[in-house]
Nanobody, 123 residues
Framework: QVQPVESGGGLVQAGGSLRLSCAASGRTPSSYAMGWFRQAPGKEREFVAG????????TYADSAKGRFAISRGNAKNTVYLQMNSLKPEDTAVYYC????????????????WGQGTQVTVSS
C-alpha cells in the first residue's frame, strides 16, 4: 500500500505562485502513477494533473494547462505541482493520489489518497 502525504498549501494573492509537494511512502512507489486532484467547497473533486511512473508523460485538466506543471523527484516517490498565475477559482483542497500503473500513459483513476492541503487564492 502507498500513502501519499501533501505539503505546501497556503494563502496567496491572485497572480501568485505556490508549489505543492507530495511524498509517497510504502511499497515500490516508483511503479506508481501519481496525480493531483482538487475539491472546492460545494463542488465535486476534480482531476488537475497526472504523471506516469517514470515521469516522462503528463496530462492536465484544461483549467491547469499553461499555468500548472507536475513533475517527479529523482527518487520517483515524490511529486510536485507548480502552480503559477493563480486565480481565486483555484481555491480548493488539493489532494495527491497514487495508483499502481507501470504501463504506458497517465491514468485518471487512483486508489490511494492523501489527506489534502488547502490552497486559498485571494482576489
Amino acid at each position: 500500500q502507498v500513502q501519499p502525504v501533501e505539503s505546501g498549501g497556503g494563502l496567496v494573492q491572485a497572480g501568485g505562485s505556490l508549489r505543492l509537494s507530495c511524498a509517497a511512502s510504502g511499497r515500490t512507489p516508483s511503479s506508481y502513477a501519481m496525480g493531483w486532484f482538487r475539491q472546492a467547497p460545494g463542488k465535486e473533486r476534480e482531476f488537475v494533473a497526472g504523471i506516469n511512473w517514470s515521469g516522462d508523460s503528463t496530462t492536465y485538466a484544461d483549467s491547469a494547462k499553461g499555468r500548472f506543471a507536475i513533475s517527479r523527484g529523482n527518487a520517483k516517490n515524490t511529486v510536485y505541482l507548480q502552480m503559477n498565475s493563480l486565480k481565486p477559482e483555484d481555491t480548493a483542497v488539493y489532494y495527491c493520489a497514487a495508483v499502481f500503473f507501470p504501463g504506458v500513459g497517465v491514468p485518471r483513476k487512483y486508489d490511494y489518497w492523501g489527506q489534502g492541503t488547502q490552497v486559498t487564492v485571494s482576489s
